[in-house]
């Protein structure tokens, strides 16, 4: 059947399952959005490509498919580039599709050209640009293919404008050629039964999970199954949290340089580790030639290149977690490891628990932010936030908990970057993967609101709640117009402490208290009232008393609603690694804590 290439990408779409795409159309890609007009794929319009690709971000880390964003050529295209480079980091599988301008115009600096590919290079896991419009649905087929094989990923396809009006013959191809299909890796039997008796044999075991270990389907089931037979205490990175439920008696909680003190501890004084989807970054570790001084590490992951990058394993096994982990549970359920091997070791966890828990006092008056007492007077007569006489101030910790417990441990929440990402880190102990979405490799801030609608869209049977900071909101909060247009509900709690709080706290503590470029109160506008202005409830709290009050009418709220704590400036996330410093080298309260 013939149709124009246009016609014939909207179809490959549909072959591959997509029922949605992101995206903000211009000039050099009207051709496929005028395919787009009565395909049957839903298109949710952005209000920047930015928030476009974040967005296709959250849709596919929440579903597990791949997200799709479309943007027109130069600007709209290189507007895309943060979101694939956090998508590339994170392994998060997308496909963008980016018009371009007309062939016999390439080259010449034309009107809105960019060359994508070459800006791309290193931005996504492979890209294209389709020449030839009879190439156009093998590329798409490599495209999907790549985006969602062994470690996920973005890949680009660059279409010119003249291509997408010529006309093909659509067949959409069923295959891969062979040469194209990448093998899976196989499974060095020796290896695997070597870890197993490693572990069996291991007085002070650890196991990390990593974001990876959400990506292979079933994967999460086998981790919390080895961990229970063999007695492991349980620790994640950052992208790994939900994939070991937060709620089970061996979680240990995260790890790294806002890692929880007992975290740290296993790590560093673990015999064996277990590591499973991670990349070892530099968050994670610490200073490297210090990270598990006395560990031999084992380390699954299904992309080899990760082996040996950042931390030389004792023994590396390449594939799907899932299956890996499987091969695995069986040698060990074989092996029959002793009972009560590991208790000591568990209770020394349990003791740097009680010792250093999540959060420590700051030893400092603050001041007492102005309330409207007619707003006390109403809640304390309605009996609902136990109001009392002398307010007291908003602290992180009360945002988050309240969180915590209004909507449970199985709803997802979104992060923007900075303290507020690191609170919720630690306060909204997730016990399902795929519900603790947020930018860990690149940590780009605007992240949170656009990938909250995404997220939502692909599980709308949940509730979904997005946690960002006055910095980061800022960056594309104009997205609260989608979430009108698509009519989401989203509880957006925005953690407003009036500063770049994450670059105020290591000017504070690494800098002299040197504050520079820091305060952002002075135009920052009301959060509340701007949600009003896009007719979204809006709730603004700056009182202890008042915090449970309004994230229950927030999960109460049908539509849209967004609640701006203002909470006190000066607050810190601990625990804290210095840059540059060991994992046991932490900063814990107002004073470092030096174990080793």
């Known amino acids: 059947m013939e149709c124009t290439a246009a016609h014939g990408l909207v ?17 050099a890609i009207l051709p496929i959005y005028d395919a787009l007009l009565a395909s049957g794929i839903r298109h949710v319009l952005t209000r920047h490509e930015q928030g476009a690709v974040h967005a296709a971000e959250g849709y596919a880390t929440a579903s597990g498919q791949v997200g799709v964003v479309i943007a027109t050529s130069g600007p709209g295209a290189t507007n895309l580039v943060t979101g694939l480079v956090d998508a590339l980091r994170d392994s998060v599988p997308l496909v963008a599709i980016t018009g371009q301008v007309p062939r016999n115009l390439m080259g010449r600096d034309s009107f809105q050209e960019a060359d994508m590919v070459g800006i791309t290079m290193s931005a996504t896991k492979h890209n294209y640009v389709v020449r030839n419009s009879a190439d156009l649905l093998p590329t798409l087929r490599e495209a999907f293919y790549l985006a969602r094989s062994g470690r996920p990923g973005p890949v680009l396809v660059d279409i010119p404008k003249d291509v997408a009006y010529e006309t093909i013959a659509y067949q959409y191809p069923p295959a891969l050629a062979p040469h194209l299909l990448q093998p899976p890796p196989v499974l060095n039997r020796a290896d695997l039964e070597h870890a197993a008796d490693l572990l069996v044999e291991a007085t002070r075991p650890v196991m990390i999970c990593g974001g990876g270990a959400m990506t292979s389907p079933g994967s999460p089931q086998l981790l919390t199954a080895v961990a229970e037979l063999l007695q492991v205490p349980v620790t994640t990175t950052l992208m790994g949290l939900g994939g070991f439920s937060g ?48 560990a031999r590490i084992i380390h699954i992951d299904i992309d080899p290149a990760e082996l040996g990058k950042n931390v030389q394993p004792y023994i590396g096994l390449v594939g799907d977690a899932a299956s890996i982990l499987g091969e695995l549970l069986q040698v ?6 002793a009972a009560g091997k590991t208790s000591n070791w568990l209770a020394q966890v349990r003791d740097w628990h009680r ?21 006390l007077k109403q809640v304390a007569s309605a009996n609902q936030a136990g109001a009392s006489a002398t307010p007291a101030p908003v602290r992180p910790e ?22 507020h990402q690191m609170w919720a880190a630690h306060f909204c102990l997730r016990t399902q993967p795929r519900t603790f979405l947020t930018s860990g490799g690149f940590g780009t801030m605007g992240f949170g609101l656009p990938a909250g609608i995404g997220a939502w869209l692909a599980r709308p049977e949940k509730e979904l709640v997005v946690v960002t900071g006055d910095g980061s909101f800022q960056m594309n909060l104009q997205e609260l117009g989608t979430v009108v247009a698509e009519k989401i509900p989203l509880r957006i709690m925005v953690v407003n402490n009036g500063h770049l709080g994450m670059v105020r706290q290591w000017q504070e503590l690494f800098y002299d208290r ?8 002075s135009g920052t506008p009301d959060f509340a009232r701007l949600a009003e202005a896009y007719g979204i409830r809006g709730i603004k709290v700056d009182c202890r008393e008042l915090v449970p009050w309004a994230v229950n009418e927030a999960h109460k709220h049908p539509g849209p609603v967004l609640v701006e704590f203002q909470v006190l400036e000066e607050e810190n996330v601990y625990p804290m690694v210095s840059p540059g410093g060991a994992n046991d080298e932490m900063i814990i309260g107002e004073a470092p804590v030096q174990s080793r």
Not at 332 to 337: H, N
Not at 355 to 367: D, K, L, S
């Open 11 to 27: 179809r490959a779409l549909k072959a591959e399952g997509v029922e949605l795409v992101f995206g903000y159309p211009g000039g």
């Open 247 to 294: 709620a089970h008696p061996l979680y240990t909680g995260m790890l790294g340089m806002h890692g929880l003190y007992a975290a740290n501890m296993a790590v560093q004084q673990a015999d064996v580790i277990l590591a499973v989807g991670m990349r070892f970054d530099d968050r994670a570790t610490g200073k490297r030639k210090h990270f598990a001084p006395n």
């Open 332 to 337: 060990l359920q074989e092996r029959s490891p």
């Open 355 to 375: 010792q250093h828990p999540v959060w420590v006092e700051r030893r400092r008056e603050f001041r007492v932010p102005f309330v409207n007492p007619e707003v």
């Open 398 to 419: 009360d945002v988050l908990r309240a969180i915590q417990v209004v909507f449970g441990s199985d709803v997802p929440i979104v992060t923007d970057v900075g303290q």
């Open 514 to 521: 040197r504050y520079s470029a820091v305060d952002i109160r």
